[in-house]
């Protein structure tokens, strides 16, 4: 394989993916060492990692953001993106997925993260990105290889197909053999494997595992299954096309060993992205990118550097690019490039062009945003690719803690949100709060560390005010005067308002039933905005709903009345009959759809029950083998802390969707507290 030289199909883009501390940035410096672009591996335990170089990633020893870095091997160009492996950080990834030619799924023999893995598989799947499994921590294995495929087998749509089987010496692996080169290598740490004569029992269990790879190659391949039924050997080079074409098609997925933390098994796997994985012609044929002279590229990544501005991470798919070109995108900006930027980590590389299948930053694109489809050309290209954000599901207030930070604050969140769109800021309208929303506690605390170090902004935060309201049960008949002077013209308001209660989910309705011009039409619109005023807070604290109130009566002055003195009045009335109508308290309940793995269903339900939940009921999930969705009714104050401990349940893997349904009333013990600790808090 190693002597096999095909033609150069560009400048490739992997990504390096798989679930949470697999190993993704230890493989990354293990393939930047093996291949020459750093002197030798750094570790992210001693924060010398080429990933994870941020000062949050560093300080929580884990991915939180997608890391990108170049490297070249056998004369072609590679780069590497590192994405995140917890789901709270997800969005990178995804993002960045329609830009990549393959991606090398990393994993280990740990049942846990199974639905993880799942998770990430299926992303990959329906994308159609060929994908490489590489069994990592292989020197830690406890397992024979085919119980470990057998366990891994059920996170795949497709079949895992064994390249490597391992060379046992005792209850340690020592190296491996490879099915398709026929060859056993034995590893050496931080070097080459060294190759050894095939025989004896390894040479048996080489064989077996050989067949078993071409058995399920030939399930796509007539040729070669005639070969199989007619004991034939089937050529080397035949062999690896269809390693090659099953792959690319998505028939199949490869599973190669190794242990980056050693670097064992690396060599072997660049060998395999170089000779197996598509190139960027595919890439943009898979996107239905058009056939065009113009650049064309994809931006997957933005970054608000401190000194650099504002840098685009984009996939060139066609074309040439030169710095100064004018760049249109399919959402309607127009921007002009002022940098080239090479990919290796630090963004500080210069250069003049780049061309189809590069990976660069582009300088101050700044109407541009993550997952534009942007051109050369005169006219603004359509959309190839779109990665909507998972909706959040944990929220902080935010404020600055110094007042005259107010406007930087606004202006860092919205780089936050330009960074990572699953961060969504939100102004509460009735508390005139900041609400910060993210995919989890870790999400949201890194974001507030972003704040902080990167665009200087100290900030306090506290969870976020739950959308009480109040309601009445009694009818009432309520007079509200407005009279003042104070020489000159006064002021002179009188109206009789009907208040009556109306079924829930009504809402607010305002009419007039008055005769004989007692308040003349033209005060009428300010009359229902003193009532609007005055439902604005109730006796218990809260907005008030569920009510109509009807004016019936009043009087005015020729002289005195106007739309002020009515509006007054109209307040009054209000803030004076409510506490006579038997106010409810209500709080917003929300329908609430979680999914988990089936062996957490019964976890999850214990939960939901704890928080006061109603369980609707639970079902398998639609297309997804091994997986439950429960549905529930739930108070929004019950779920403001459901995700830690869904995600503590299910290893991390578990989410939920929630919507609004309806107000419901709060009595007893639970109203009184809510209602203290409001007027407490005011």
Not at 576 to 602: K, M, N, R, Y
Request: with cysteine; charged share 25%; hydrophobic share 40%.
């Amino acid at each position: 394989m190693g002597q096999d030289v095909r033609s150069p199909r560009g400048p490739r883009c992997i990504a390096l993916v798989g679930p949470f501390q697999s190993g993704k940035t230890t493989l990354l410096e293990a393939i930047l060492a093996r291949t020459g672009a750093i002197p030798r591996a750094g570790s992210v335990d001693d924060g010398t990692s080429v990933g994870d170089a941020t000062p949050e990633a560093r300080h929580h020893k884990m991915t939180v953001g997608l890391t990108a870095a170049t490297t070249s091997f056998m004369g072609d160009s590679y780069t590497f993106l590192d994405c995140p492996g917890s789901v709270e950080f997800a969005h990178d990834m995804r993002a960045a997925l329609p830009a990549v030619d393959a991606a090398i799924v990393v994993c280990e023999a740990d049942e846990k993260k199974l639905p993880q893995l799942q998770i990430i598989l299926r992303e990959l799947e329906e994308l159609k990105i060929p994908r490489f499994l590489f069994l990592n921590k292989i020197d830690r294995a406890n397992k024979r290889i085919r119980e470990t495929l057998a366990m891994l087998q059920p996170a795949s749509r497709v079949p895992l197909v064994l390249r490597q089987i391992p060379i046992w010496k005792g209850e340690l692996i020592e190296g491996f053999v490879d099915l398709a080169l026929e060859r056993a290598f034995i590893y050496r740490e931080h070097k080459a494997s060294e190759v050894v004569a095939l025989d004896g029992g390894n040479l048996d269990r080489e064989k077996e595992a050989r067949f078993s790879m071409l058995e399920k190659l030939a399930d796509h391949d007539d040729a070669l299954m005639e070969q199989l039924l007619e004991d034939i050997q089937p050529p080397r080079d035949a062999v690896f096309d269809d390693l090659a074409r099953e792959l690319r098609e998505g028939l199949i997925c490869p599973v190669l060993l190794g242990a980056a933390s050693r670097e064992n098994g690396v060599l072997r796997l660049m060998k395999a992205l170089r000779h197996e994985a598509p190139g960027i012609a595919e890439t943009a044929k898979r996107l239905g990118a058009p056939s065009a002279k113009d650049a064309l590229g994809f931006v997957f990544k933005t970054l608000h550097s401190q000194h650099g501005g504002k840098l685009s991470l984009t996939r060139l798919l066609a074309g040439h690019l030169d710095d100064g070109a004018t760049l249109q995108s399919a959402s309607g900006g127009t921007s002009r490039i002022s940098g080239i930027l090479a990919v290796n980590g630090a963004y500080d590389t210069k250069r003049a062009t780049a061309d189809a299948g590069d990976t660069v930053a582009l300088a101050k694109l700044d109407p541009i945003k993550t997952g534009d489809t942007v051109s050369s050309g005169k006219t603004a290209p359509a959309a190839l690719a779109a990665a909507e954000p998972t909706p959040p599901v944990l929220a902080i207030s935010v404020a600055a803690t110094d007042r005259k930070d107010d406007v930087k604050l606004g202006q860092a969140l919205m780089r936050l949100h330009e960074e990572d769109p699953s961060l969504v800021v939100v102004q509460n309208a009735q508390t005139h709060d900041t609400v910060l929303w993210g995919q989890g506690e870790m999400h949201l605390r890194v974001a507030s560390e972003r704040l902080r170090d990167r665009f200087g902004v100290k900030i306090t935060s506290h969870p976020p005010a739950i959308g009480y309201q109040e309601t009445i049960r009694k009818p009432i008949v309520q007079r509200g005067r407005h009279k003042k002077q104070s020489g000159g013209h006064g002021q002179f308001g009188d109206v009789v308002l009907d208040i009556q209660p109306l079924p829930r989910g009504e809402g607010f309705r305002f009419a007039e039933k008055v005769v004989g011009g007692a308040v003349p039409r033209n005060y009428i619109g300010a009359v229902e905005e003193g009532v609007v005023d005055g439902l604005a807070r109730g006796p218990l604290g809260f907005p008030v709903t569920d009510v109509q109130v009807t004016l019936t009566d009043g009087s005015y002055h020729s002289v005195d009345s106007s739309d002020l003195a009515f509006r007054t009045a109209a307040r009054i009335g209000l803030n004076e009959g409510l506490p006579q109508c038997q106010s409810v308290l209500l709080e917003p309940i929300h329908v609430v759809e979680i999914v988990c793995p089936t062996d957490a269903t019964a976890k999850i339900n214990a939960i939901l029950s704890a928080r006061r939940g109603q369980i609707l009921g639970f079902d398998t999930r639609d297309g997804w083998s091994g997986w439950d969705c429960v549905r529930a009714m739930m108070p929004e104050a019950e779920i403001g802390e459901l995700i830690v401990e869904l995600r503590s349940a299910t290893a991390g893997a578990g989410s939920f969707t929630r919507q609004f349904d309806h107000m419901a009333e709060v009595t007893g013990r639970a109203a009184d507290q809510i209602i203290a600790a409001h007027q407490h808090a005011a």
